[in-house]
């Protein structure tokens, strides 16, 4: 809840929140309807509890591998590079 609420006080429009059934469902409408903007120390707060796992990746394989990534695999889907960047490339 306290990661939702995290998400929810940056400057975005849209929050995914990966809902996998129903369980979570629930907790995403209870995180959107106790939703308060946080203090600038309890985002710090936040971020400081979160700190060893964010950093190994641990639970965002698709951040760190590219086992999710079909373009590693397909990368004829990314097409030509632009032609303002092959010119700036050697």
């Known amino acids: 809840m306290e990661c939702l609420h ?3 006080n940056l400057p ?3 929050v995914i929140t990966g809902i996998d059934s129903m ?3 629930d ?4 995180a959107a309807r106790t939703f ?3 203090s600038a120390a309890q985002r710090s707060a936040i971020l400081t509890k979160t700190q060893h796992a964010a950093a190994r990746g641990e639970f965002e394989f698709f951040k760190i591998s590219s086992i999710f990534d079909g373009t590693a ?8 590079e632009p032609r303002r960047l092959t010119q700036l490339m050697p």
Do not use: C, M, N, P
């Open 6 to 8: 995290y998400a929810l």
């Open 12 to 14: 975005v429009s849209v």
């Open 23 to 25: 369980k979570i469902l």
């Open 27 to 30: 907790q995403a409408f209870e």
């Open 36 to 38: 308060k903007r946080l």
């Open 73 to 80: 695999i397909h990368t004829e889907w990314l097409g030509d």
